[in-house]
């Protein structure tokens, strides 16, 4: 199956310190997602991107759509220990029968106080 | 309370013993989909289904049925397991065709020894 390349898999930084995490692929999506899992929940959603270049914020968090559709990253800007996670992007594809998800292999990130 | 659930969230099973992972959700969502989540593999999409008898293949469908008889519900059988499918099981929900916020049930264990 398609999986798509998330870099860095791993991050562990000083509190306050801004964090960058990106994805490609080799193949197109229409849509971007960015999610954060904490341990024993499932992910939750937060940043969707529906257009190429589109740059979004949600509150300390910024995400890119890239032009040519095939990557995206996610900004964490002055981190803060609660941003301790795995965060994963996602890639949708749609299809007739609906949207294709594809996930990145998750960025594990530590935060020290 | 608008929820995800599924059921069983943990279970141990031996290779070719039939089993199906119940999912519901109570939001009306038209999308529903099945992912597993496997170290350093991040999430996996095995079928999704954009509303009551749709369904499709993800990335991963092998080994596994699913069937969306009614909007709440999307069960994920697995009619002979084998230890391959020992993961964690994410089913998750969300409104519309496109992928809006997906709602995530709580997880499955599942062990096939």
């Known amino acids: 199956g398609q999986q798509l390349n998330q870099s860095p898999q791993s991050m562990f930084i000083q509190e306050g310190e801004d964090v960058s995490m990106n994805c490609t692929s080799s193949?197109?999506?229409?849509?971007w997602l960015w999610y954060k899992q904490d341990p024993g929940e499932g992910p939750v959603l937060l940043i969707a991107?529906?257009?190429?270049?589109e740059l979004t914020s949600n509150g300390r968090l910024t995400a890119q759509f890239g032009i040519t559709r095939k990557d995206s990253f996610l900004n964490i800007s002055a981190s803060i220990p609660s941003d301790v996670g795995i965060y994963f992007c996602?890639?949708?594809?749609?299809?007739?029968?609906?949207?294709?998800?594809?996930f990145g292999t998750g960025t594990r990130l530590a935060v020290r106080p | 309370e608008a929820q995800v659930t599924q059921n069983p969230r943990y279970l141990i099973t031996v290779t070719g013993k039939k089993l199906t992972v119940t999912c519901s959700q109570n939001?009306?969502?038209?999308?529903m989909s099945w992912y597993r989540q496997d170290p350093g593999l991040g999430l996996r999409q095995i079928y999704y289904s954009m509303n009551v008898e749709v369904t499709d293949k993800g990335d991963v469908p092998e080994g596994y049925k699913v069937s969306r008889k009614e909007k709440r519900n999307f069960p994920l059988i697995l009619e002979s397991p084998s230890p391959n499918q020992t993961s964690l099981y994410f089913c998750?929900?969300?409104?519309?065709?496109?992928?809006?916020?997906?709602?995530f049930g709580p997880g499955t264990r599942l062990t096939v020894t």
């Open positions: 998750a929900s969300s409104a519309g065709t496109a992928i809006n916020e997906q709602y």
């Open positions: 991107l529906y257009k190429a270049g």
């Open positions: 939001m009306n969502h038209e999308y």
């Open positions: 996602a890639g949708a594809v749609k299809k007739s029968s609906g949207d294709k998800l594809t």
């Open positions: 193949s197109i999506f229409n849509t």
